[in-house]
Each structure stands twice: as structure tokens, then as C-alpha cells.
């Protein structure tokens, strides 16, 4: 199993940035997956989950309204696009794949990717 994200950074606040993780070593469309971040000092934070269709989402309060979760399963590949970035936005976010019959917004994830740096900053 390979979870590898890609396209953080740095961008001004208010900006968008669009994140992606290519999953290989196993049937993606079988999973759910999420977005996990964590910044320094504080507590991972679930960002969003998506099914293994991507019929039904779920998002974070503090993301809510600005950033969507989506997936294409013909690509293996999750994407994060983020909109209206805030400072307190900073972390490093990591895709991950929910364990099977895990719940697909609470459960545990087995596996999850390095890491991908998302710094929001003037």
C-alpha cells in the first residue's frame, strides 16, 4: 500500500491550494479514505472524509464551506481542494485509508502517506 500526497506550500492567506494523494498497492475504490492534519503542538484533526464512491463527504466545523473532498477512482487518486486559507490552516496534511469496516468519518485508518507541507502565510 502507497498513500503519496502532493501540492503543499506556501500561499498568502485567502489563497487556494489543491492537494492530491496517489494511492497504489490496493483496491481504492473499495475504501474510504480522509484528510488528516496536524500542526505543531496540537492534536491530529480530521479534515474530511469521503466514501468509497464519493456519494457522501464530511468536513471538519473549521473547514466546513471551504474545502471539498473528492476522489477519481479510475486514477486511484484523493484530492483536497482548499479555498479561503487561513493562517490557522498550517499543518502538514496526510491522506490515509479508513480500515475496512471501520466507520468511513470516525474510524481508524490503517494506512496513511508522509505528508504533504501547507504553510498559510503573508
Known amino acids: 500500500v502507497q498513500l503519496v500526497e502532493s501540492g503543499g506550500g506556501l500561499v498568502q492567506p485567502g489563497g487556494p491550494l489543491r492537494l492530491s494523494c496517489a494511492a497504489s498497492?490496493?483496491?481504492?475504490?473499495?475504501?474510504?479514505m480522509s484528510w488528516y492534519r496536524q500542526a505543531p503542538g496540537k492534536e491530529r484533526e480530521l479534515v474530511a472524509a469521503?466514501?468509497?464512491?464519493?456519494?457522501?463527504?464530511n468536513y471538519a466545523d473549521s473547514v466546513k464551506g471551504r474545502f471539498t473532498i473528492s476522489r477519481d477512482n479510475a486514477k486511484t487518486t484523493l484530492y483536497l481542494q482548499m479555498s479561503s486559507l487561513r493562517p490557522e490552516d498550517t499543518a502538514v496534511y496526510f491522506c490515509?485509508?479508513?480500515?475496512?469496516?471501520?466507520?468511513?468519518?470516525?474510524?481508524?485508518?490503517?494506512?496513511r502517506g508522509q505528508g504533504t507541507q501547507v504553510t498559510v502565510s503573508s
Open positions: 490515509a485509508r479508513k480500515a475496512m469496516g471501520a466507520d468511513w468519518i470516525r474510524g481508524a485508518y490503517d494506512y
Open positions: 469521503i466514501t468509497r464512491g464519493g456519494g457522501s463527504t
Open positions: 498497492g490496493f483496491a481504492f475504490s473499495s475504501y474510504a
